[in-house]
Nanobody, 119 residues
């Protein structure tokens, strides 16, 4: 049974930083692509960043230059370093994993971690 468990969310003031982690299990589960998505009430879920097995990354325009996605292959963990946070970054953040970076093949999702940025 594949599980993705996020951690690291919280409340910060604008300009602050947070580091989100997503631990994937079992350790033998090595998906081609992992990514972070976010969602606020009443809005569609949006992609934030992706990281594929070749180390290629993509970012939403709204977070470029502020967020950094990385993957610790030893710990089988996906990281999202978020700097320069803005109130509009407030959302529930979800980790996802799939065999394709479109996340339409057979995606797995975490339970989410809340990020709140105050002005």
């Amino acid at each position: 049974q594949v599980q993705l468990v996020e951690s690291g969310g919280g409340s910060v003031q604008a300009g602050g930083s947070l580091r989100l982690s997503c631990a994937a299990s079992p350790v033998t589960y090595r998906p081609y692509c992992m990514g972070w998505f976010r969602q606020t009430p009443g809005k569609e879920r949006e992609g934030v960043a992706t990281f594929d097995t070749y180390g290629r990354t993509t970012y939403a325009d709204s977070v470029k230059g502020r967020f950094t996605i990385s993957r610790d292959n030893i710990k089988n963990t996906l990281i999202l370093q978020m700097n320069g946070l803005k109130p509009e970054d407030t959302a529930m953040y979800y980790c996802a994993a799939d065999g394709h970076c479109s996340f339409t093949y057979r995606p797995y999702w975490g339970q989410g971690t809340q990020v709140t940025v105050s002005s």
